[in-house]
């Protein structure tokens, strides 16, 4: 059985080598390679000839071979979190749209928000010998940066900004962009704000960080007004959450989601519970995606150009590798973030300050 398996070439495969595509075509494995590198200097008649043996052998060139002779690759290094979070979709397309008209293909690895997970998809993309590496985030491990770091390509740390970039960096203020949505809020006349996070990563971290600043500087104490799970942010989670905050806090009259996922989820649970949105309660998500427009009612956030943050680290780094090399005279770039307001918010009346919290009414009735 193995024998016949083997005749028919089901057994142990070997990969097409140059040699074989050479005897294909009837030409030295020099020629075949010129052909590949330089095809517009040899006869159409003979380019035809190892294209056609390329194309019936399935031949695939080592590329990494040629890097190793030319230093081009024509690949860029991306790390990103997550490959299922709609936050990173903006982002890669803007990737995509710049990179690959510009014969360049993008080597992406998912870090799934672990520092060591990403240390390593680092430093296996740089065993590839990008051109360059875009990554998602500030918070490199140690050793991930020191590889970063001695690359010897560009590197773009993304998403977020910091005063000591590894190279370049593109992104906006998460702290500043949670004590923005805060103060909307305070802005509107609330004091009881609550706040549900999850992941918990860093990004989510200095948004909290963000809404604690805004609540302290209004003298507000935010001891019972935080729920928060290390659990992946999904819509039901969203909902949960709120019922834990509303189970410490059920006189709150306002809710600041750390992503839109919970702000969704935590308006489904308003709906259940009877809780109007926003007469009751006003709700603020975070990054704008696209259902917030479509909700009902619509959700209030805030929303950060990531598909900017793409477009413009592609645009730096094809302008380093096809130019002299040199990095932009401003390393540290921000993007900034604005507040999308939507039907989810609504200014609280001055008179509701003083009067029982009918949230608060509506929970006691339904024990």
Same mark, same amino acid.
């Given at each position: 059985m193995d024998t016949e398996a083997n005749s028919r070439g089901i057994g142990k495969r070997r990969r097409t080598t140059l040699s074989d595509v050479a005897a294909r075509a009837g030409v030295s494995a020099v020629t075949v390679s010129r052909v590949l590198r330089k095809p517009e200097i040899v006869s159409e008649v003979l380019r035809e000839r190892v294209e056609n043996a390329v194309r019936d052998l399935g031949y695939i060139p080592n590329h990494l071979a040629s890097a190793l002779a030319s230093s081009r690759t024509n690949t860029?290094?991306?790390?990103?979190?997550? +490959?299922?979070?709609?936050?990173?979709?903006? =982002?890669?397309? !803007?990737?995509? *749209?710049?990179?690959?008209?510009?014969?360049?293909? $993008?080597?992406? $690895?998912?870090?799934? =928000?672990?520092? *060591?997970?990403?240390?390593?998809?680092?430093?296996?993309l740089l065993g590839q010998h990008p051109e360059a590496m875009i990554v998602a985030g500030i918070d490199q491990t140690r050793r991930a940066r020191l590889l970063l770091e001695q690359s010897g390509v560009p590197v773009v740390q993304t998403m977020e900004i910091?005063?000591?970039?590894?190279?370049?960096?593109?992104? @906006?203020?998460?702290?500043?962009?949670? =004590?923005?949505?805060?103060? =909307?809020l305070l802005d509107l006349g609330h004091r009881r704000i609550g706040q549900i996070s999850a992941r918990l990563d860093a990004r989510s971290q200095r948004r909290i960080d963000g809404y604690r600043e805004a609540m302290e500087e209004a003298a507000i104490d935010t001891s019972r007004l935080v729920a928060s799970t290390p659990s992946p942010s999904t819509v039901a989670l969203g909902a949960d959450l709120l019922c834990d905050l509303l189970a410490q806090a059920p006189d709150i009259d306002a809710v600041f989601c750390c992503?839109?996922? +919970? !702000? +969704?989820?935590?308006?489904?649970?308003?709906?259940?519970?009877?809780?109007?949105?926003?007469?009751? +309660?006003?709700? @603020?998500?975070?990054? *704008?995606?696209?259902?917030?427009?479509?909700?009902?009612?619509?959700?209030?956030?805030? !929303?950060t150009p990531r598909y900017e943050m793409g477009r413009r680290a592609a645009e730096i780094v094809l302008e380093i590798i096809r130019g002299s090399g040199d990095r932009p005279r401003d390393r540290r770039i921000d993007l900034g973030f604005s507040i999308v307001e939507r039907a989810s918010t609504r200014r609280r009346p001055a008179a509701a300050a003083s009067s029982p919290s009918k949230i608060a009414r509506l929970l006691k009735t339904v024990t």
């Amino acid at each position: 059985m193995d024998t016949e398996a083997n005749s028919r070439g089901i057994g142990k495969r070997r990969r097409t080598t140059l040699s074989d595509v050479a005897a294909r075509a009837g030409v030295s494995a020099v020629t075949v390679s010129r052909v590949l590198r330089k095809p517009e200097i040899v006869s159409e008649v003979l380019r035809e000839r190892v294209e056609n043996a390329v194309r019936d052998l399935g031949y695939i060139p080592n590329h990494l071979a040629s890097a190793l002779a030319s230093s081009r690759t024509n690949t860029i290094g991306v790390v990103i979190p997550s +490959l299922t979070n709609g936050v990173f979709a903006d =982002y890669l397309k !803007a990737l995509h *749209d710049a990179f690959l008209p510009a014969g360049f293909q $993008l080597l992406v $690895l998912n870090s799934r =928000y672990g520092p *060591d997970v990403e240390e390593r998809a680092i430093a296996t993309l740089l065993g590839q010998h990008p051109e360059a590496m875009i990554v998602a985030g500030i918070d490199q491990t140690r050793r991930a940066r020191l590889l970063l770091e001695q690359s010897g390509v560009p590197v773009v740390q993304t998403m977020e900004i910091t005063d000591d970039p590894v190279d370049i960096n593109i992104g @906006v203020s998460h702290r500043g962009a949670g =004590y923005a949505a805060t103060r =909307y809020l305070l802005d509107l006349g609330h004091r009881r704000i609550g706040q549900i996070s999850a992941r918990l990563d860093a990004r989510s971290q200095r948004r909290i960080d963000g809404y604690r600043e805004a609540m302290e500087e209004a003298a507000i104490d935010t001891s019972r007004l935080v729920a928060s799970t290390p659990s992946p942010s999904t819509v039901a989670l969203g909902a949960d959450l709120l019922c834990d905050l509303l189970a410490q806090a059920p006189d709150i009259d306002a809710v600041f989601c750390c992503n839109d996922d +919970l !702000a +969704l989820g935590a308006l489904f649970e308003c709906q259940r519970r009877g809780i109007a949105v926003p007469d009751d +309660l006003s709700i @603020v998500g975070f990054n *704008d995606l696209e259902f917030c427009a479509s909700a009902f009612p619509a959700i209030t956030t805030v !929303a950060t150009p990531r598909y900017e943050m793409g477009r413009r680290a592609a645009e730096i780094v094809l302008e380093i590798i096809r130019g002299s090399g040199d990095r932009p005279r401003d390393r540290r770039i921000d993007l900034g973030f604005s507040i999308v307001e939507r039907a989810s918010t609504r200014r609280r009346p001055a008179a509701a300050a003083s009067s029982p919290s009918k949230i608060a009414r509506l929970l006691k009735t339904v024990t």
